[in-house]
């Protein structure tokens, strides 16, 4: 895409070798030109002068970079099950560079005693606490977007993009984001980046000089607010006039929708998907709002990426607490109306759901533990549960210590369960050290500055200093979980077995070919005594086994005591 005055009006060349200019051509605002390059194998990296021409005569040209790709990118390995997830809201978690915290030019300035404001937070934060990230035993970064926000406020979340090809100043640049996922990668960790295809902010120049009358939907038309029906592509009962609110309708009034189904927008957004991930070397995609904008283009737009990334992954968002909804979106689900999905995996509301008022409900006939016990025998549904991504809260909920009414062990529960239940797990920054939000959503609090990140801060929990012991006592219990789980193939990709939950306690064990694992939730605060003999089938002869999180060896003939509320990972010999 290129734009400036009267562009419309001309011609591209390129004699550059190995570069075909397939066609240039412009809609009808003629400030637009948009090129299809056609790059052929023998294309050696560099500038790519194109020259542009009205008539017979060059009136400018340009310069057009073209990049190394690196051997194997198209083969590179995504996350998958063997890794965990570290979610970070980046403007919230460290202040690497305050250097970068006020850019002149730019619309919001920083204000860290706003809760909706700019705290400093950047790229360099995250950077240089890799090694905590990576020593608590994360293989994974899922970062909230890191692109341009020139918003007038509240603009610190990243979701209202003013530049697709441009790292926010505030955050770093284009090439610190680059170094920053090369560094991440030589530690061991993936980089999976935040996405947006629905929407755009409203101060996007685009706003004010669109492509074409039809680049947004509803553009200078009366606001009309998307409906938020998550279940009217799967319906078969809905109106076509339904469908077209939730697709085409305003996320709010500060984030325009996108029309994806306008070709030249369509092609953008998924050459600029490519290009991300071949520049920053990227492990994944976590796509925001997967289900509000038109289906069959993103239909397309994962099929375009996975066809040139087989091995790559990419979970979208739907949030929908039924996985009858959740499992539509999947790659390989036979759907009733014949939509056909290429996306490997999703974000498991369901599961999230039920885990809370698994915990919170009193256990009798039909709660307690059966709230999470038969929504995961719902995995039927699903064409690949094992895909799917689970967690226990995110950036976009009341905190999960909160959820649980900080309690502890419930808390350890909830993570333990996270953790070794089918899936790729992810926790959000600051679980680790119990921090809290209010009961009610309130976005700038639940993704409030995790302690340490800034100079002055009274507790710093990347190196411990004045944490409470119960906000230590958490932090290592993860770490503990995290590091074992590194090794443990049952829980990457073994079968599963759950028994009912009786007496408020959960069973469920994960094995294969090398290792079983018997995982306890006890939700009951006084000695309690498990029998083992209903296990006796999955334990086999097997008399022994080690409590991962404590180190003590388990007696597995008849009965384990469990002294109080809280899980227990035991590894069986």
Known sequence: MLYGDSLGDLRAES????????????????????????????AKPGKVPIKLFKDKKEITQIEYSLLTRVNGSASRKGYNTEDVIYLITPDRFANGDPENDQIHGMKENPDRALKNGRHGG?????????????????????SNPVLENDMPKYS???????????????????????????????????????????????????????????????YNQPYTETNHRKTIQADPYSAAEDLAILEDGWFVPTMPDM????????NYLIENTIWWI?????????????????????????????????????????????????????KGKQNSNGYVSYLPSLFDFPIQSALQKALLAPEDRDG???????????????????????????????????????????????????????GIPQIFYGTEVLMTSPPQRDDGLVRSDFPGGWIGDDKN????????????????????????????????????THFVPQQGVYVFFRYDDHQKV?????????????????????????ITGTEIISGKTIDLNNEILLSGPGPMIVEIK
């Open 15 to 42: 004699t550059y070798k190995g570069i075909k200019i397939l066609k240039s051509e412009s809609p009808e605002n003629k400030s637009y030109l948009f090129i299809d390059l056609e790059i052929k194998s023998k």
């Open 122 to 142: 950047d790229i360099e934060g995250i950077r240089q606490n890799l090694d905590y990230i990576s020593k608590m035993g994360f293989t994974a970064i899922w």
């Open 156 to 218: 610190y979340h990243g979701y209202a993009i003013t530049d697709f090809y441009k790292v926010d100043p505030r955050m770093g640049t284009n090439a610190s984001y680059k170094d920053f996922c090369q560094e991440a990668n030589q530690k061991g960790i993936k980089i999976i980046m935040d996405m947006i295809l629905n929407h755009t902010g409203s101060s996007h120049w685009w706003m004010t000089n669109p492509p074409t009358k039809d680049w947004f939907n509803y």
């Open 259 to 266: 029309n994806v189904r306008n070709p030249w927008l369509a």
């Open 278 to 330: 071949e520049y920053a070397g990227l492990s994944g995609i976590r796509m925001d709002t997967y289900f509000y904008p038109d289906e069959d283009f993103m239909a397309e737009w994962s099929r375009r990426v996975m066809e040139e990334y087989p091995n790559f992954n990419i979970t979208g968002e739907v949030w929908y607490e039924n996985p009858s909804i959740v499992s539509y979106w999947q």
């Open 368 to 422: 307690g533990w059966l709230h999470l016990y038969e929504m995961l025998a719902l995995d039927f549904q699903y064409a690949n549960p094992m895909q799917l991504v689970v967690f226990p809260d995110n950036h976009d909920m009341t905190r999960i210590y909160t959820q649980l009414g900080e309690d502890q062990a419930k808390l350890k529960m909830a993570l333990a369960y996270t953790l070794t239940i089918r």
């Open 461 to 496: 929990a990347f190196s411990g200093q004045g944490l409470s012991t119960e906000q230590t006592d958490t932090q290592e219990f993860l770490r503990r979980i995290l590091t074992w789980r590194k090794g443990a193939t049952a829980i990457h990709h073994g079968q599963i």
């Open 518 to 542: 018997m995982i306890i939730l006890n939700k009951n605060v006084n000695i309690t005594t498990l029998k083992l003999d209903r296990f006796k089938r999955i334990l086999g002869d097997s």
